[in-house]
């Protein structure tokens, strides 16, 4: 079945010129970058997927938002208003911005665990897990089975494993869990999204335990959207009745604004009702941050941020925006492509270990095809797999990741079907030459977050 483009709700005012290089080009730069992605200049990439994060086309009320934004170092009007806005959306009490949402894991985490501890998540993402890491706590995933088999087509795959939050409180003991976080829509499981009842019953555990409750926000608008189209009981709802009663059932959440809240940089800890750990945040983000009142952030930044909180929830926008995904994913459905299904929020998650069966785990194959649709058609996408997962941090040995995915990350706003289309192609063209495509091992790496810097080689 051809799944029809969802048109842009929106016109075109301001364009950014991108050139494709030769294929003799492209093939040189990925060698340069030492098969990177990372390492590449953003004027070497045509389509660039590496990350939906911060790459989002801001409107123009944001832009006019820019200009107004109060530069005042304290008690600004700016912050004022993105405080309101996101009280308004979240129903929190406590809102404090950070630069982006590795600073809020920062200034929150360390205040919250430490050696000997552990984190509970449906999945951490790699910052949340180096944040967890580097409190001196361990952070351990507990995903529901069908989220590691691309091909089970269920509809919220994204979803913490009730059972075995349960068995794993009790296995390492319920004070020595310190916190749960839930991960919406769950990024590293392929932006898949979660139920309201999956977090309602996480909520349950953790209030049984005595265990503090976060959402891990980033795409918590897009988790939204899907809740509505595949939980019953919510077709009628609106995204921000939704948004209310899902973080009605946490005591706090992280999140990065670069995603469902439509900025270049930014990010937020919400707390609902804490506010002695709302005083302790607050301490930890003038030493980390900045001032309170503008968390990292210039006032232009609040202003903007304020402004894309609710365009972020407005469901023409992500009709079109999810509709994006499901349009690539019904090309790849008609070309034999298995991907993380059904489509997730964010970006299609493409099985590399389906189409490079012949790799194995610790020669990335999705870093492998990664690489490949750079040369293909100046693609830039990134791993989330193994190279991503990185070595256990107490024996040094490489993880084997459930899923060897190569993610094509859409930003928000920015490409159009024709782009799209591309992408597609690409994948095509690969999928008839995979068996001639080789594996990776790496030359270098730093200790933490590997695969930002990297050095790789073919495998001879
Ligand atoms: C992006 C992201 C983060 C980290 O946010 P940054 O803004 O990149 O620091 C944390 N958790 C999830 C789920 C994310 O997608």
Redesign the pocket.
């Known amino acids: 079945m051809d799944i029809r483009y969802v048109p842009e709700p929106f016109r075109i005012k301001m364009v950014e010129t991108i050139k494709m290089l030769s294929r003799e080009e492209r093939e040189m730069k990925i060698a340069e970058a030492k098969y990177n992605m990372f390492s590449l200049k953003g004027e070497d990439v045509y389509i660039d997927l590496l990350t939906d ?1 911060g790459t989002n086309a801001m409107s123009q009320e944001q832009w006019a938002g820019v200009m107004r934004g109060d530069e005042a170092y304290a008690g600004g009007t700016s912050y004022f208003k993105l405080v309101e806005a996101a009280q308004d959306i979240f129903g929190y009490e406590y809102i404090q911005p950070v630069h ?4 809020a894991e920062k200034v929150l985490f360390g205040l919250l665990m430490g050696e000997g501890q552990y984190s509970i998540s449906n999945m951490h ?1 790699d ?2 897990r180096a944040h967890v890491e580097l409190s001196g706590a361990r952070a351990i995933d507990c995903v529901v089975a069908e989220a590691a088999d691309p091909t089970v087509r269920a509809p919220f795959k994204g979803n913490m494993d009730i059972v075995k939050l349960e068995e794993l409180i009790n296995k390492y003991g319920p004070d020595k869990v310190k916190l749960v976080i839930m ?1 919406i829509t769950n ?1 590293s499981a392929g932006g898949q999204p979660v139920s309201v009842q999956n977090i309602r019953e996480t909520s349950e555990i953790c209030k049984k335990y005595n265990i503090k409750f976060c959402i ?1 926000a ?2 918590y608008a897009e988790n939204a959207y899907f809740i509505k189209q595949r939980e019953p009981g919510y077709e009628n709802k609106s995204i921000k009745e939704i948004i209310k009663e899902v973080f009605s059932y946490a005591d706090m959440f992280t999140m ?1 604004a ?2 469902d809240s439509i900025v270049n940089m930014g ?1 937020l800890i919400g707390i609902k009702n804490d506010g002695k750990l709302f005083q302790l945040c607050k301490g930890r983000t003038i030493s980390f941050e900045g001032f309170t009142t503008y968390g990292g952030l210039s006032g232009r930044d609040l202003e903007s941020l304020a402004i894309g909180l609710y365009e972020g929830i407005d469901e023409n926008y992500l009709r079109y925006r999810i509709g994006q995904m499901e349009y690539l994913a019904g090309r790849l459905d008609k070309a034999g492509i298995a991907y993380q299904s059904p489509v997730g929020g964010h970006g299609v998650f493409v099985d590399a270990k389906a189409m490079f069966p012949h790799i194995p785990y610790n020669e990335f194959p999705g870093q492998a095809l990664a690489i490949e649709l750079y040369k293909e058609a100046g693609i830039r996408t990134c791993d989330i797999g193994s190279y991503m997962l990185g070595n256990d941090p107490d024996t040094g040995e490489q993880l084997h990741a459930d899923f060897e995915f190569t993610r094509l990350a859409i930003p928000r706003r920015v490409y159009t079907q024709a782009h799209i289309d591309i992408m597609a192609d690409a994948l095509i063209a690969i999928k008839e030459r995979a068996n001639t495509v080789k594996g990776y091992r790496i030359t270098w790496e730093p200790p933490i977050l590997r695969h930002f810097q990297a050095s790789l080689e073919p495998v001879k």
């Not at 982006?100 to 600073?103: E, I, K, L, S, V």
């Open positions: 994060s982006q949402g590795r600073a993402f910052t949340t991960t990024n891990d980033a795409r990065s670069k995603k990010g």
